[in-house]
């Protein structure tokens, strides 16, 4: 066959191979919010919750349980990572990353921090709203991981590319204002929407960030290191900064080790650690903004998987929204990528 | 050598601004990484693929692997450093003689 047939071929089978596991991330990302909102009543964490709020009030109650919640969280995704790792022999590319902290991991733990930010947002605001909600929530992030893609390091997007993140981001905008009206009863949720929000920006730069970190590493090695840092946040700084404000953060993380509970956080481990995996492996395939753009797809799959397993039929700004990001996603996937080599510059 | 993160090690190769093609760069890390299977090298070649889309690194030549000198009747791909894999090298401080 002609060279330039195959090297047409071969670019187009890059970018389809990009498109894969983004839209795998989708699906595992929609997937997580149903262990996500099952643990707010698993043991201890349901205890945790009325325990604190009887003492310190529910905005405390919501802060602290999201905390330790998403500690365990973190802490279920390094295991599935390592076992991915293991298996994929790659151990010693991972050690290899580590060490390489000056010049490499830093970018993965600042992608770290920046993805803590987005989970804990994510478990705030749903536990104070609701799934559907804390689903939808960050669905504006691949705008902002996009942007900073652009400025910071030129990456390269389309009319066409914009034209379909501008539908998602519409799209999600139907979905969150549908959920947010239907969950929504009482007052302003203020800490909910300040869950959100941290979705949204969390997600979005720890996008960008790891776009640069990937330049320089493996995405399977690199993500494992991203989470170790999070976990590690979380065990070393943060859940002792609760401890020492008088919370009983230790006294019911032990208590988690209940096989309900394990297989809530397993399946949470599972599902979150490997939609990572493909998002960030498609990164370096179709760039940050496309990635996320079809990764957004999540908002779709978490509202029906929330559908399907915990009941509440979806409604029609949910459905139009949905459509919205499926058509916005088409338009992307649908570019002609057969010329690209590099995603950057002009 | 072995050390560095597989794509510090195919940059570092590509320092010296020669054109190269994979199937020279692949075997070497393959060998220092104790990746030598088939899975080692197209792992390590796809690692030259993301290096590509991030424009660290530039495709200069196309060749069919008609003999299997690398993977038959794949695309054998002839590369060479960028401008800016260069300044990226120099970022991480990283030289040929490391």
Redesign the interface.
Known sequence: MDVKILKSLENKKKYRYGFMWAFFCALLWGLWYVPGYLVWVAEPFGDMFMNIDTTSGGSAAYVVTAALISAFNAIAVIVALLIWNLYLGKMGELKRTLVQFKTCSKWFFAAGIFGLLAVYGTYIAGGYIGAGFAAVAGLLYPLIGSMLAYFWYGERITKRGYIGILLIVIGGVSIYGGQFMGEVTGGIPWLGLAGGLMAAIGWGVEGAVAGKALDMAEPDAGLTIRFISEGGIWLLVLLPLFALMGYPIYEYAIQVFTPITIMILAFAGLTFGYCYVTWYKSFPLIGVGKGQAIGNLYGLFAVIFIWLFLGGAPTSTTLIGGLLCITGSFVIFGEDSSDIDSLRGD | M???????QIIKTLLDGGEHWNYNIVPPIQKA???ESN??RD?INF?L????????I??LE???DEDGVFKKDF?LHKYRITD?GRE?AE???LSEED
Not at chain 2, 2 to 8: E, G, M, S, V
């Open positions: 072995a050390t560095l993160p597989i794509k510090f990484c104790s990746m899975y080692g792992t690692d693929l993301e290096l590509l889309s991030a424009g660290m530039e495709d196309q060749q069919v695309l800016f990226w970022a991480m401080k």
